[in-house]
Nanobody, 125 residues
């Protein structure tokens, strides 16, 4: 499956952005999907994940209550709604999908076989 992340941009602290991840090549059915992020000079870190078909979600503690991951299975797209943004949320955001038949959430990079190209999110103070 090919993933394309888009929708990043610049927001002020306290603002909101929504990033999207569109899949092509095959559907995201039976696959969990996650968002990771990587700030300059730092390792890529888990942000949020959603199971198939979307009943379970998982978040890193630093975004709980501010970010919401969701999926539109008819559109083969996963979203990350980011509210109350902070400067420390600045990073390149990547979406990733697990293989077919792996519907459960995970926070481990190695569990995800397909990756998008990333979209930049910048939060100014």
């Amino acid at each position: 499956v090919q993933l394309q992340a888009f929708g990043g941009g610049v927001a002020q602290a306290g603002g909101s952005l929504r990033v999207s991840c569109a899949a092509s090549g095959r559907t995201l059915s039976n696959s969990a999907v996650a968002w990771f992020r990587q700030a300059p000079g730092k390792e890529r870190e888990f942000v949020a994940a959603i199971s198939w078909p979307g009943r379970s979600t998982s978040y890193v503690d630093s975004v709980k209550g501010r970010f919401t991951i969701s999926r539109d299975n008819a559109k083969n797209t996963v979203y990350l709604q980011m509210n109350s943004l902070k400067p420390e949320d600045t990073a390149v955001y990547y979406c990733a999908a697990r293989g077919y038949g792996m519907p459960f959430v995970s926070a481990q990079l190695s569990d995800f076989s397909s990756w998008g190209q990333g979209t930049q999110v910048t939060v100014s103070s």
